[in-house]
């Protein structure tokens, strides 16, 4: 087996000008991979029915399709007790082989390979028949694993070994076995959870025994023309976790008993660091994975938080890895890798990390889509048709849901015209994008921006539509996708019109600034992101960006340091990390100003956040400072500050310079005409102007899809 391992591509005629080294081929020996890039392992929910699969098929067929050289499939059981939830996908039966042929066969007709992943989660798993190296209840799972006997690991290693035959047999150029992310074989890796003393504990000759014997027992059954990718826990980040001699111990062993690519696994799930959020910089893990790689000669690759080519190119230019894996991104942009091959970087739809309509659905037990792209994992049912007659549409407002419908109308061919009263696209996506860690919704803006101007979309800012415009336009179709404005407390709460209260559009729109002490009145995802905003000592303030960098679709605000980054989290900033799992003391954070954030409702602030995101938000504001405050009744705000009663009943001055207000949003519908008002066009409602209580970009973004698969 060969790779390359130096820094410049051998250049030849199809030495690709835009990204040499994604798009150099890499030599396994048996076969070809056409390029670097590879779909990582994600559970859609499709693979876990078997009337699916034609769905499943579909939606790994447009990635095929997309340019991308091998995608791994979601995580499939070696048996039941592996499975993650009850009746889980498995590769056990002939009945699976033939279900399975139907997602092999799509792939390969695009000249793309296809892995089957084996995960079998331990004591990860959601169901009573869970196991593990040692009988210990991890804090994601009610269920308390079985520990393992010696027999059970033994036949756990057949079971490995008959699922990657049948892999093989269903068409599958390899398997990938999950080591990583604290599922079955990371439990028996990592001091952790593995306490054992017989010959699968102890040190970690012993502790990795079981992950070795799982590797020679496939490469046994499945033969040398096939690919093994292992993926390892190059980090552990968490307490007992493996140090890094320990990682490369594993490594070196694993490739000796016949893996074919080294995959990098970053963190346990329970791990108290992010390690795939938006807030994590780009890249923060490659060095781990680079440390590996010079230990080890079979190809090494890189993952964890590259979205967009220019990481990618030079991740493999440094010789840090030899090829990337992304996941999210190809759920955001099925193209991505012919569009970066074409050096069309701009029109990828990035995948922007906010995990709400991938990860949040698998903890949900929903079907994976994408925020950015409704598309994904709905190949089959939202079908971007061309129209059979062109109509002429109106779309008003140039927010995500605007955009989307506009986009989408567009692609099918419709002559539209986009009205936006505001200089800028984008809409709420310009509050989000400047709050520190939230870098990548910029990318969500460019992607659209540019997507209208390609697609011939007629955009008009500035532009303040009436009823009567619309009605001497002749539009057969109208979309009011008018959005939301705060709700203001004014007429509400005494004071609310002072100089110093102030909605959260009015300050992330650096129209007004505060002062060194704030009040934030509303704790729900907004009041989380402006109390970050306004604690955070990184990113670049409003001043600093100023009017014309928030206008200006190319401009990218600095995010904050890799170095900075795992300081503030506790993860080590030495590569040949001695920690355990890499985990050092936090930096202590000096907020820039005294915040206090608060609800009427009583409980836990920031229980309705999201549930692989909230953790993050919460830990955040707990580290920079913020006094949270819930079951306040709001009685007044003066030039002293705000008066409140506190759950107590007693009477408070929290004295403060300013008052952000994040109490929710009111729709904007006065150009929805009543029922029977508009003969001439047909008139549709979406995005916030539709529903502005639990108002989310992912319902704008499809709302404005689904309108326009309709017209
Ligand atoms: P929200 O989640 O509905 O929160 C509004 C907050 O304002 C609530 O905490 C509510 O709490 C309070 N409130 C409502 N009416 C009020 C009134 N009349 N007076 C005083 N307080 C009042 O809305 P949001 O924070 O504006 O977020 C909008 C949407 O954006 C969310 O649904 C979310 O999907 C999305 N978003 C999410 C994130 C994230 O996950 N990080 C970030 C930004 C936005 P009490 O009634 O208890 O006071
Ligand atoms: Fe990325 Fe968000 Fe889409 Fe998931 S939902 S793929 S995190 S943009």
Redesign the pocket.
């Known amino acids: 087996m060969t790779a390359s391992r130096t820094a410049a591509p051998i250049e030849t005629a199809t030495t690709n000008e835009h990204y040499p080294h994604l798009f150099e081929p890499l030599d396994l020996g048996f076969t070809t991979l056409k390029n670097r890039l590879v779909m990582g392992s994600m559970h859609t929910g499709l693979e876990d029915r078997f009337y699916n699969y034609g769905k499943l098929a579909a939606y790994f067929e447009e990635r095929a399709k997309g340019g991308v050289a091998m995608m791994i499939t979601g995580g499939i059981s070696p048996n039941r007790e592996g499975w993650l939830l009850p009746a889980g996908g498995t590769m056990n039966t002939k009945a699976d082989v033939i279900n399975h042929q139907r997602v092999t066969r799509a792939v390969h007709k695009h000249d793309s390979k296809l892995i089957m992943q084996i995960l079998h989660s331990g004591r990860y798993g959601y169901h009573p028949f869970v196991l593990s190296s040692s009988p210990i209840k991890s804090p994601i799972s009610p269920f308390k694993p079985r520990k393992m006997s010696i027999k059970n690991i033994e036949q756990t290693v057949k079971d490995y070994a008959r699922s990657a035959k049948l892999a093989k047999q269903a068409g599958y150029d390899g398997v990938e076995i999950m080591g990583s992310e604290g599922y079955l074989l990371n439990q028996f890796l990592s001091r952790h959870v593995n306490k054992r003393k017989d010959i699968y504990g102890g040190d970690i000759e012993g502790r990795m025994k079981f992950a070795v014997d799982v590797v020679k027992a496939v490469r046994a059954a499945a033969g040398e023309d096939f690919i093994i990718l292992f993926r390892l826990s190059v980090i552990d980040l968490v307490k007992d976790g493996n140090v890094m001699d320990e990682v490369i111990t594993v490594a070196k062993a694993l490739e000796e008993a016949g893996v074919t690519i080294m995959n990098t696994g970053i963190g346990w799930h329970e791990a108290r660091v992010p390690t795939i959020v938006t807030s994590v910089p780009r890249a923060a893990f490659v060095d781990f994975t680079a440390e590996i790689k010079k230990h080890i000669n079979i190809p090494m690759m890189a993952a964890n938080r590259i979205n967009m080519p220019e990481t990618a190119e030079e991740i493999v230019a440094n010789g840090q890895a030899d090829m990337i894996q992304m996941a999210r991104p190809f759920l955001a942009d099925a193209h991505w890798v012919n569009k970066a091959k074409n050096g069309q970087t701009d029109r990828i739809n990035t995948c922007i990390a ?1 995990n ?1 309509a991938c990860l949040d659905h698998t903890f949900e037990n929903k079907r994976s889509t994408c925020l950015v792209n409704p598309q994904a994992c709905y190949e089959t049912e939202l079908v971007y048709k061309k129209a059979k007659k062109p109509k002429k549409v109106a779309v008003i407002g140039g927010g995500v849901a605007g955009m989307s419908a506009a986009h989408v109308a567009a692609l099918r061919g419709h002559e539209v015209t986009l009205f936006e009263a505001k200089d800028v696209l984008g809409g ?1 996506f310009n509050y ?1 994008k400047v ?1 520190p860690g ?1 870098e990548e919704f910029f990318e969500t803006i460019r992607y659209y921006i540019n997507e209208l101007e390609h697609l011939g979309v007629d955009v008009k800012l500035n532009t303040k539509v009436d009823k009567d415009m619309l009605e001497k336009a002749k539009f057969h179709h109208v979309i009011v996708a008018t959005g939301v404005v ?2 203001s ?1 004014a007429g ?2 005494e004071g609310a019109d002072l100089p110093q209260v102030m909605s ?1 559009a009015e300050l992330l729109s650096g129209e007004k600034s505060v002062g060194n002490t704030v009040a934030v ?9 402006v109390s970050e905003y306004l604690t955070a000592n990184h990113g670049k303030s409003l001043d600093e960006i100023g009017p014309d960098g928030l206008k200006d679709p190319s401009y990218r605000p600095e995010p904050q340091s890799i170095s900075e980054w795992r300081e503030e989290w506790g993860v080590t900033n030495e590569v040949d990390y001695q920690s355990e799992g890499g985990l050092v003391k936090p930096e202590a954070i000096k907020p820039i100003r005294q915040v206090y954030l ?5 409980g836990r ?1 920031g229980s ?3 549930k692989t ?2 953790w993050v ?1 919460r830990a955040h504001i707990k580290s920079h400072g913020v006094i949270q405050v ?1 079951g ?1 009744q ?1 009685d007044k705000i003066t030039n002293e500050g705000i008066w409140v009663t506190n759950g107590q009943g007693q009477s408070q001055l929290l004295r403060v310079d300013s008052v952000v ?5 009111e729709s904007v519908v006065e150009l929805m005409p009543n029922v029977g008002d508009a003969p001439d066009a047909q008139y549709h409602l979406i995005g916030g102007a539709k529903l ?7 319902r704008a973004i499809r709302d404005g899809a689904e309108v326009a698969v309709q017209i």
């Open positions: 906010c709400q709420q989000a709050i939230k705060p709700r407390l509400k709460l959260y009145i509303g704790a729900g995802g907004i009041g989380f992101d608060m609800q009427r409702s009583k602030l309705g956040l999201n995101s909230g938000h819930a306040v709001y207000v994040c109490a929710g949003q502005a209580a639990e108002l989310d970009a992912k």
